[in-house]
């Protein structure tokens, strides 16, 4: 085992976390076409991304509970099959009931994922270079938002907008397969298993003695996720309306993600040596806030501003997903991951809808622009405010 099965259990996890993030992020490049071969409204298509994190408030700390006691394989291998259904249910659909049903399926499974792979990785690197490991595994959605908002558009250009989403099944598909045969598993004995129903409830119930500073990393998450579901969701019409093509508009919002793809694993270096992740929290927020303020204000190069808007949000999940682990016991770190993905589905339900909203009421986004700073700000004063609270066992349990 050791150092090498570690690294090689972060590849296994980061699959998957691909498989997530194109279905998470698969709908923002071809929104434009789904509107006008749907007939959508903008409150319909946020709808649409709102859609798939519901299941995720509903199912994300359950989900992490039966992690915890049954281990990554089995919740891995169902909560995929049920993500490539979803797919092809939204890929196949013929109405705006059926790929909402469609979403809400994908949301299930492929959020389920979203809360097993930092969980396996917190047990893999408990001993060393979680900070390096969560900075890695999360460059796995701007991989997988990049390759999405540079392709998806094109494909459904010269095709049909299904055919990306049909792909997005198939590559899950293979992820289910590959699982079934050669998923890493916890490196603890395989005696951390079955509970039952009573060992579930128990769990449960334990919640409400969670660390309350668990609960202010996951609402810094859940504002964070808000304006980052927003942002990947509308910029590219945004960019459409400016008059700019639909590639390259796909390209200037895909600048969010390659910041983060760069300068993620560089931030969980940082945090692995400096700790302080919450002046890393507070200073990401602060910039991105400024910069988002000046997208429909300015006539800044658009180049430019995605690419410093896409840095300064790197400097946000590496230190949310070191702290989780920090704060909990290791036999709740399931649990807590699952707050945090309750939080982040929160915030990209009401983020989307927020902004669409707003769209649809002024016909511009300047409205939008100004809602993702504000959730920026309040990230940058939780994390402030999180710093006055004091590590180790206190921490631990509660405010």
Request: hydrophobic share 55%.
């Amino acid at each position: 085992m050791g150092n090498r099965s570690r690294w090689r259990a972060l590849v296994y996890v980061y699959v998957s976390m691909i498989a997530f993030a194109v279905i998470f992020q698969g709908i923002p490049p071809i929104l434009g076409f789904i509107i006008s071969s749907m007939e959508l409204t903008h409150t319909q298509a946020g709808a649409l991304m709102s859609f798939f994190a519901i299941p995720g408030i509903l199912i994300a700390i359950p989900g992490g509970i039966l992690t915890d006691l049954y281990g990554p394989k089995r919740i891995a291998i169902a909560a995929l099959a049920i993500a490539v259904a979803g797919s092809l249910l939204v890929g196949l659909g013929g109405s705006f009931p059926v790929l909402l049903t469609g979403r809400f399926l994908s949301g299930v499974g492929a959020i389920t994922v979203g809360v097993i792979s930092p969980l396996t990785i917190s047990r893999w690197f408990a001993s060393g270079d979680l900070g390096r490991a969560m900075g890695i595994l999360n460059t796995a959605v701007p991989v997988a938002s990049i390759l999405a908002l540079n392709s998806f558009g094109r494909l459904a250009a010269v095709s049909s907008w299904r055919l990306p989403v049909l792909l997005t099944a198939a590559y899950s598909l293979v992820i289910l397969v590959l699982f079934f045969f050669r998923h890493p598993g916890l490196p603890e004995a395989e005696g951390q298993k079955i509970q039952g129903k009573e060992d579930f409830k128990t769990r449960l119930s334990s919640l409400r003695g969670t660390g309350g500073a668990v609960w202010l990393v996951c609402l810094i998450w859940l504002l964070h996720s808000a304006l980052t579901v927003s942002y990947l969701t509308f910029t590219g019409d945004y960019y459409s309306l400016a008059g700019y093509d639909v590639s390259y508009a796909g390209f200037l919002t895909s600048l969010y993600m390659i910041g983060s793809l760069l300068f993620c694993p560089l931030v969980g270096y940082w945090v692995d040596k400096a700790g302080r992740e919450e002046y890393f929290l507070a200073g990401g927020s602060i910039a991105v806030a400024l910069l988002l303020l000046l997208v429909p204000r300015t006539g800044l190069n658009p180049l430019l501003l995605g690419s410093l808007i896409g840095i300064a949000a790197a400097f946000i999940p590496a230190p949310v997903f070191s702290l989780v682990p920090r704060f909990l016991p290791p036999g709740q770190v399931g649990m807590g991951f699952g707050i945090l993905s309750t939080c982040l589905n929160i915030g990209a339900l009401v983020g989307p809808l927020l902004v669409g909203f707003t769209y649809d009421q002024t016909q511009n986004y300047l409205m939008g622009f100004t809602l993702m700073a504000i959730c920026a700000v309040a990230a940058a004063l939780i994390a402030l405010w999180l710093r006055l609270i004091p590590r180790g066992e206190s921490s631990r349990q509660g405010l």
